[in-house]
């Protein structure tokens, strides 16, 4: 099955600095690939996703990248604020199978103003 | 005119208890989930259905049985509670071919 590796388990930046998260799949089969921002005692949110056959997708000030090859994608926050603060999780899935996520371990952020 | 909608938010109940979690949907979406979060705060799947169906059935202890009266609607059960069960329970819901999923609020759950 599909193994999903997350790192960094937590990271702290300063106010305008960037941040970035980086995640491992094992599963070539795997096409799709989302982000979820979990704030303290909340749901789980989609910020952003990116499909395998684009590389790179923009929104503001997130950003994913997706190597096929090597099997890894990263999360690109920059200018952070406060409000990034949450729990990140990375996931992947087959979209043509049983749509079975499997998330990354999580990366804490925390903005320091 | 919440998506994903479960009750109850918060549930605390003894060792061997029996104890439901309902879940609903209103996006029309046909595949829903159960997934449990723990303390270090790990999401992993437990079941999903995709039009009444079980698609994925984790392993999961026997004890833990869902039901889907219909695709709107994704109840968990648990028999004879243990200490190990305490954790957050997120429903969440998608459509296929469009793959985000849509959590619920989680039910909080505490054996005590």
């Known amino acids: 099955g599909e193994n999903v590796e997350q790192h960094p388990s937590t990271l702290s930046v300063q106010e305008g600095d960037s941040a970035v998260i980086k995640c491992t799949y094992s599963?070539?089969?795997?096409?799709?690939f989302p982000w979820y921002k979990q704030e303290l005692g909340k749901r789980p949110q989609l910020i952003i996703d990116i499909r395998s056959n684009v590389g790179e997708k923009k929104d503001q000030r997130i950003a994913v990248t997706l190597n096929k090859t090597a099997k890894h994608f990263s999360l690109h926050i920059t200018e952070t604020q406060p409000e990034d603060s949450a729990v990140y999780f990375c996931a992947a899935m087959n979209s043509g199978g049983y749509q079975k996520v499997t998330f990354g371990t999580g990366t804490k952020l925390q903005v320091i103003p | 005119d919440t998506a994903v909608s479960q009750t109850p938010k918060y549930l605390v109940t003894q060792m061997g208890n029996d104890k439901s979690i309902k879940c609903e949907q209103n996006?029309?979406?046909?595949?829903m989930y159960w997934y449990k979060q723990d303390s270090k705060k790990f999401l992993k799947i437990m079941f999903s259905y995709n039009n009444k169906e079980l698609i994925i059935n984790e392993t999961v202890p026997n004890r833990f049985s869902p039901k889907s009266p219909d695709k709107a609607h994704l109840n968990l059960h648990i028999n004879s509670l243990e200490l190990g069960d305490s954790a957050v329970y997120f429903c969440a819901s998608s459509k296929p071919p469009d793959t985000e999923a849509f959590f619920g609020q989680g039910t909080r759950l505490t054996v005590v």
């Open positions: 996006l029309g979406h046909d595949t």
């Open positions: 599963d070539s089969a795997s096409n799709y």
